[in-house]
Antibody, heavy 121, light 113 residues
Framework: QLQLQESGPGLVKPSETLSLTCTVSSGSISSSNYYWGWIRQPPGKGLGWIGSIYYSGITYYNPSLKSRVTISVDTSKNQFSLKLTSVTAADTAVYYC?????????????WGKGTTVTVSS | DIVMTQSPDSLAVSLGERATINCKSSQSLLYNSNNQNYLAWYQQKPGQPPQLLIYWASSRESGVPDRFSGSGSGTDFTLTISSLQAEDVAVYYCQQYYSTPCSFGQGTKLEIK
């Protein structure tokens, strides 16, 4: 059964760069018709789509974050990554990686457990 | 961007009773060329990631109990739990994927009465 696992620092200082990696196991990140995305959930709030990537490297970003976000893929490691620059307290959230079925902004059928990132000095 | 609005924000239902959650989109999610509504529903239990329940507005994901059903078209959609079980206590979200960026409703918290 496909599994996703987020990893990265749980604490990031304001103005610095948040970096997370999602490792895909029991399946290939290079599967056609699936996209790999990042979603975040601020404490006590709802879900927000950050962006996604296809195994070929084509990326799609939420325009609200586009100037600060980079998503990349490493098919040899079956991983994809998120970088978010110039973070502020508003970027404090649980960050999930997920697989989207059929389209880069489509419904997400497999999710990682999530990792909490706090932005604080 | 498409705005998704759920109602109610919270809901308390007795065990074995029907629970109904509504989701309204700011524009139609029906794609005429394939007659599909680009709407999904998720369940999120405390401390867990969201779990996909329904996609294409009414298609149940594999492994999801058949007491969960989705309906609606265009801008108005409903998630129905036919007979509430204790394990259904969660927050439920709708998501549109008609256009990018995809967007979620604010969530509906379902509790036992």
């Amino acid at each position: 059964q496909l599994q996703l696992q987020e990893s990265g620092p749980g604490l990031v200082k304001p103005s610095e760069t948040l970096s997370l990696t999602c490792t895909v196991s029991s399946g290939s990140i290079s599967s056609s018709n699936y996209y790999w995305g990042w979603i975040r959930q601020p404490p006590g709030k709802g879900l927000g789509w950050i962006g996604s990537i296809y195994y070929s490297g084509i990326t799609y970003y939420n325009p609200s974050l586009k100037s600060r976000v980079t998503i990349s893929v490493d098919t040899s490691k079956n991983q994809f990554s998120l970088k978010l620059t110039s973070v502020t307290a508003a970027d404090t959230a649980v960050y999930y990686c997920a697989r989207a079925r059929g389209g880069h902004y489509y419904y997400m059928d497999v999710w990682g457990k999530g990792t909490t990132v706090t932005v604080s000095s | 961007d498409i705005v998704m609005t759920q109602s109610p924000d919270s809901l308390a239902v007795s065990l074995g009773e029907r629970a109904t959650i509504n989701c309204k989109s700011s524009q139609s999610l029906l794609y005429n060329s394939n007659n599909q509504n680009y709407l999904a529903w998720y369940q999120q239990k405390p401390g867990q990631p969201p779990q996909l329940l329904i996609y294409w507005a009414s298609s149940r994901e594999s492994g999801v109990p058949d007491r969960f059903s989705g309906s609606g078209s265009g801008t108005d959609f409903t998630l129905t739990i036919s007979s509430l079980q204790a394990e259904d206590v969660a927050v439920y979200y709708c998501q549109q994927y008609y256009s990018t960026p995809c967007s979620f409703g604010q969530g509906t918290k379902l509790e036992i009465k």
